[in-house]
């Protein structure tokens, strides 16, 4: 059985308010179990997503539906290990990492 990672869409539906995501290359920081990581690809031109706890991460993978692995990108990672070079992005997420 497919586990629904936000039924209510209420989740999205207040990122999509706060910014737009159709086209964007996107960096979710502390992706987790892939809650918001495959509602923000669908429209993304691109999405890097991390979080430091791989067990998370390997599930985030495990529910990406194949029409989006071409779009996203898992790593396990802290932030402050990742290299990023400056205008690699046109949006960060940062929701429920605390």
Known sequence: MARILDPEGAHLAALRRAADFEGRRVLEMGCGEGRLTQG???EAASVVAFDPDAAS???AQGSLPSDLADR???KVALAE???IE???FDLVVFS???
């Open 40 to 42: 923000i690809a669908v």
């Open 81 to 83: 290990e990742l290299e």
């Open 57 to 59: 991460v390997t599930q």
């Open 72 to 74: 996203v990108t898992f």
């Open 86 to 88: 400056r205008g690699a």
């Open 96 to 98: 429920w990492s605390l």
